[in-house]
């Protein structure tokens, strides 16, 4: 994210020097990773504020400097203790799958899942009798996402021809929490050099998906 806000800043003739370019990049890059996973309310109030994203935006500034200015050999501190370990590569490494579970608890299905569909709708539309959702929800073939009581609903993008794609049930092995699985699936993964999962699947690059989904757990 923080590449592709500096490529926009520089596409977009923005004059900032070299090191002040890739802070407001990372910045930019730290706060829209930072959305998604922040609880629904606060994820409201961000997309409801109606104020100045200019002035919010100095505010924000002018208390990091004064923190900085204040505690900054122990803000430094806390910070190098924060930062996420290094893969062989350099790059940060991914966060710990449990840790991503966590999170994702308090996210409603509608602001991640993408398109999602009852039973009888998969009954009706993609002619998939419930008898046998049932069956492949029983055997882990099939990502069944919990909403509200007993009800579930099912990502329609995991189904081409009224069947799973293959590799669901490997990946449900791998990963046993639905929704941490299918958030996985359909996002861009870090594992997968930012591919998506669930078009690999789509695609038919199975082992490379399952392979993934295995180191991950």
Sequence with gaps: MAEAVQQALMRHGVMLDAEALASASRIAGHVAAALPFLPPAQ?????????????????????????????????????????????????????????????????????????????????????????????????????????GGRKHVFPLAQFIDGRPVPGIGDVLSAIANPRLAWFWLSRPSPELDGRVPIEMLREDMVEDVIGAARALS
Aim: proline content about 5%; aromatic content about 6%; glycine content about 6%.
């Design 43 to 147: 994820r409201l109030a961000m997309s409801s504020f109606k104020g100045e994203w200019t002035d919010l935006a100095s505010d924000f500034f002018r208390a990091m400097t004064d923190k900085v200015a204040s505690d900054g050999s122990a803000m430094s501190d806390r910070a190098l203790e924060r930062s996420p370990p290094k893969s062989e590569t350099g790059r940060p490494a991914a966060r710990p799958i449990a840790e991503r579970a966590v999170e994702l608890q308090s996210m409603l299905i509608e602001d991640w899942a993408g398109e999602v569909a009852g039973s009888t709708y998969l009954e009706e539309k993609l002619r998939i009798p419930r008898s046998t959702l049932h069956r492949w929800q029983r055997r882990g073939e099939v990502v069944a996402l919990r909403k």
